[in-house]
């Protein structure tokens, strides 16, 4: 298990951006997969971004929601994953969570079961 402290969140307005910070507590993030999920009152957890290493360099995935406004990025000196968050809107309201995972060949690359360890959440209002 991975202890992941996410800070960041808060209040902004529509058309702001904020950035999310998630430090996990590891020698090195390289074995893991770090993504970022978002839950808003009365849904469902859902996938916002994921950052993962392997032999050909790093990849990154996004929701179509967040594609083109949010970037996810990792510093390896700080064992710590950033969520860059541009051009809010409204319905990007929700408590953001980190998570941390090794790779699961059996489970799709987007779902919630390739994390293991999961942050407290942040909340993040946006509003109009």
């Known amino acids: 298990q991975v202890q992941l402290d996410e800070s960041g969140g808060g209040l902004a307005q529509a058309g702001g951006s904020l950035r999310l910070s998630c430090a996990a507590s590891?020698?090195?993030?390289?074995?893991?997969?770090m993504g970022w999920f978002r839950q808003a009152p009365g849904k469902e957890r859902e996938f916002v971004a994921r950052i993962e290493w392997n032999d050909i360099g790093t990849s990154y995935y996004y929701a179509d929601s967040v594609k083109g406004r949010f970037t996810i990025s990792r510093d390896n000196a700080k064992n710590t994953v950033y969520l860059q968050m541009n051009s809010l809107k409204p319905e990007d309201t929700a408590v953001y969570y980190c998570a941390a995972g090794t790779w699961k060949s059996t489970v799709d690359r987007l779902s919630r079961a390739q994390y293991d360890s999961w942050g407290q959440g942040t909340q993040v209002t946006v509003s109009s």
């Open positions: 590891v020698r090195t993030l390289r074995p893991y997969a």
